[in-house]
């Protein structure tokens, strides 16, 4: 089973890009974030042609998350597990085949120290708390009790790692890279997720995100802040991952590669 992540930075805009991408790649399940597309005009009858069954959640110009199968998702849920009412649009759930696979899409954080910063932090231990009801996790002992596998894939808006930056010394204490934001996505993982492009070995420079300005993207002057977590026991059938970068070519791209896993299920 291969699943990808892909923010997407406009459905709309890059709508022909994704159809052509999924007839030639075939994955079987897609996380997608940045949709920027309201409910309505979500294309769910021309995915449905091309052999997906989605599930989605936006808003107009910000935002937006989606998750796309080969078979139909249940149990769809797009919020957190709390009862807080978040106008903005950064999650979604749903139930494929025995996976729970969620899509995310983590706020940016503007500035280290920001209300958007703050927001941010509070975010993820939201999202922490929601996975961990998800995957059983008993807080008290660190044992992980069984589940039927999870998935988390989407834009963390962090680098874990400095091997996740292209210029570690550049980067480090700025936003998507301080040490705020990579305790909290350690901590999210805490709950019994691996980060599945890190059980494979990779070269140097594996990288999901470049700016657009200042010829990043053929310089490789970018950062790994893309991620395909899985739960324990998931993460022992993986057997390969890595990063789509010809997506990032081409005329008009988003600013995101696609990152992917492949389970043996």
């Not at 979604?92 to 969620?102: E, F, P, Q, S, T």
Request: net charge positive; glycine share 6%; hydrophobic share 40%.
């Amino acid at each position: 089973m291969r699943i990808v992540s892909w923010n997407i930075n406009s459905l709309r805009k890059r709508q022909d890009r994704l159809f052509a991408w999924l007839e030639a790649s075939k994955p079987d399940i897609v996380c997608l974030q940045e949709t920027k597309c309201p409910d309505a005009q979500f294309p769910a009858l021309a995915l449905q042609a091309a052999g997906y069954r989605s599930a989605y959640h936006g808003e107009k110009s910000y935002n937006g998350v989606a998750i796309l199968s080969k078979t139909e998702p249940r149990d769809v849920r797009s919020s957190l597990c709390d009862e807080v009412v978040d106008p903005q649009a950064r999650v979604i759930a749903a139930r494929i085949k025995n996976l729970r696979v969620y899509s995310v899409y983590a706020p940016n954080g503007q500035a280290v120290g920001s209300s958007a910063y703050k927001y941010k932090l509070e975010w993820y231990l939201r999202l922490r708390d929601c996975l961990t009801k998800e995957t059983n996790v008993d807080l008290a002992n660190g044992r992980v009790r069984p589940d039927g596998g999870l998935v988390v894939g989407g834009d963390f808006n962090v680098a874990p790692k400095d091997a996740d930056v292209h210029d570690p010394a550049l980067w480090r204490g700025a936003i998507m890279c301080s040490e705020g934001e990579r305790a909290a996505f350690e901590n999210l993982c805490q709950v019994g997720l691996r980060d599945t492009l890190r059980l494979h070995p990779h070269e140097p420079g594996v990288f999901t995100w470049w700016d657009y300005r200042m010829l990043a993207f053929p310089k490789n002057r970018g950062l790994r802040i893309d991620a395909i977590l899985a739960s324990e026991a998931l993460a022992g059938n993986c057997t390969a991952s890595g990063v789509d970068r010809e997506m990032r070519k081409g005329k008009d791209p988003s600013d995101h590669a696609p990152i992917w896993a492949e389970f043996n299920l």
